[in-house]
């Protein structure tokens, strides 16, 4: 029969029949007290010679669900996997940024357009460009461009210190610049290029955004993705390549 209230263990009694709990499956060998039967059974063993589990069971925890091994095509970089997606679903949002958000379409499309520009300055495979932009999505713009037109970048963090910065771009060689114009005065004194993002974007007029989502470049995936710094605290920061 069923009853009602609290038993003497804080267990509400309304889940718990006359028959007891022996019966429910995978808790026959707990007793009232929940201690497993089988520990105190005098076989030997104390109480961390026991599993709480069977062999089954610890081959579903550590080798089933972790069998999370897929494969990948190998031959594509992570900007043409970008471009597949805004093919399939171009209006859905790619990116949030407090109150600014942008759909795939859009993000593709002000990237292509940028790394046209960026092609035109002279990038190409294994060049380094670096991107001092505060994070917004200007700077996810900036990344994919240049992806796009087939250089790698050095993401050069606003907030350096300024020596930081000047060794940087000056150990790189990064042939071209892009940053923000709020940012342009930041930059210590170099032969690169400056491109600012917020006044180049508005300006181009190449769209192609109904055309050739991918760049004509020579990129594959054994080229220069990014160089990015050590922190320089045993000595002078050094640029590991990616």
């Given at each position: 029969?069923?009853?009602?209230?609290?038993?003497?263990?804080?267990?509400?009694?309304?889940?718990?029949?006359?028959?007891g709990i022996d019966g429910i499956d995978g808790i026959d060998d707990i007793d009232g007290s929940g201690i497993d039967k089988k520990a105190v059974k005098g076989n030997g063993k104390g109480l961390?010679?026991?599993?709480?589990?069977?062999?089954?069971?610890?081959?579903?925890?550590?080798?089933?669900?972790?069998?999370?091994?897929?494969?990948?095509?190998?031959?594509?970089?992570?900007?043409?996997?970008?471009?597949?997606?805004?093919?399939?679903?171009?209006?859905?949002?790619?990116?949030?940024?407090?109150?600014?958000?942008?759909?795939?379409?859009?993000?593709?499309?002000?990237?292509?357009?940028?790394?046209?520009?960026?092609?035109?300055?002279?990038?190409?495979?294994?060049?380094?460009?670096?991107?001092?932009?505060?994070?917004?999505?200007?700077?996810?713009?900036?990344?994919?461009?240049?992806?796009?037109?087939?250089?790698?970048?050095?993401?050069?963090?606003?907030?350096?210190?300024?020596?930081?910065?000047?060794?940087?771009?000056?150990?790189?060689?990064?042939?071209?610049?892009?940053?923000?114009?709020?940012?342009?005065?930041?930059?210590?004194?170099?032969?690169?290029?400056?491109?600012?993002?917020?006044?180049?974007?508005?300006?181009?007029?190449?769209?192609?955004?109904?055309?050739?989502?991918?760049?004509?470049?020579?990129?594959?995936?054994?080229?220069?993705?990014?160089?990015?710094?050590?922190?320089?605290?045993?000595?002078?920061?050094?640029?590991?390549?990616?």
């Amino acid at each position: 029969m069923m009853r009602s209230g609290k038993n003497g263990n804080g267990v509400d009694d309304d889940v718990i029949n006359a028959d007891g709990i022996d019966g429910i499956d995978g808790i026959d060998d707990i007793d009232g007290s929940g201690i497993d039967k089988k520990a105190v059974k005098g076989n030997g063993k104390g109480l961390d010679g026991e599993s709480l589990i069977t062999d089954v069971q610890r081959k579903t925890v550590l080798v089933d669900w972790n069998n999370t091994q897929k494969s990948f095509d190998n031959t594509v970089c992570i900007h043409q996997l970008f471009e597949r997606q805004a093919q399939i679903c171009p209006q859905s949002i790619a990116l949030v940024f407090r109150d600014q958000e942008i759909s795939y379409a859009e993000l593709n499309s002000k990237a292509n357009r940028l790394a046209l520009s960026l092609q035109a300055l002279g990038a190409k495979p294994d060049n380094l460009i670096g991107l001092f932009i505060e994070r917004s999505i200007d700077m996810v713009v900036g990344l994919l461009a240049i992806l796009k037109s087939g250089a790698a970048y050095v993401p050069l963090d606003p907030s350096y210190p300024h020596d930081r910065i000047d060794l940087m771009i000056a150990d790189s060689q990064a042939s071209i610049l892009l940053t923000h114009s709020s940012l342009r005065d930041r930059l210590p004194a170099n032969n690169a290029a400056v491109v600012c993002v917020d006044n180049l974007l508005p300006d181009i007029s190449v769209d192609l955004a109904d055309k050739r989502l991918s760049l004509i470049n020579a990129v594959t995936p054994n080229h220069l993705a990014y160089v990015i710094y050590t922190s320089g605290s045993t000595g002078i920061p050094k640029g590991v390549m990616v």
